[in-house]
């Protein structure tokens, strides 16, 4: 009724209707105005209706800002998945398994092992490679250290 007062919160219609439109009918108003129980024949104009009230927005809201939570995993779910397959039974994946686990803990690092030196910018180019250099392909581009020097070393 127009210029009804109406209690604070949704109906349990009302709240029928803004768990269908998040869900099974994925944001169609008139299809979750069915689903929720209102007349086939006014579901268009009751949604409309819906859908003008702040209240059903603002849950509406709330409902795909809590699906979105429980769809990005977190750290502690994604540590326990990836610690999980260190014990799968193929090999390549227990590598990719602990690659990206020291990753998501920070103890990721590359080392460059070249006779020489090796500065920021030819590390850059080399990692932006699509296939890893030649063997003493880096190498020969670089300056040969002192014989005193001993192993590789990155600048």
């Known amino acids: 009724m127009p210029g009804a007062s109406r209690k604070p919160g949704l109906s349990e219609k009302e709240r029928a209707f803004v768990r269908a439109y998040t869900g099974p009918a994925k944001g169609v108003g008139t299809v979750a105005a069915k689903m929720a129980g209102y007349s086939h024949k006014g579901a268009s104009v009751r949604a409309v209706e819906l859908l003008a009230r702040r209240s059903v927005r603002v849950e509406i809201q709330r409902l795909r800002a809590m699906a979105v939570q429980r769809a990005v995993a977190t750290n502690e779910q994604i540590d326990l998945v990836l610690s999980g397959l260190l014990k799968h039974p193929d090999w390549k994946a227990r590598a990719v398994a602990a690659r990206e686990l020291n990753k998501t803990r920070g103890r990721h690092s ?11 910018e030819q590390a850059i180019a080399a990692s932006r490679m699509e296939e890893p250099p030649i063997e003493g392909e880096i190498v020969k581009s670089l300056p040969a250290l002192p014989e005193k020097a001993g192993n590789a070393g990155i600048e």
């Open 110 to 120: 590359v080392k460059h092992m070249v006779e020489g030196t090796l500065t920021l």
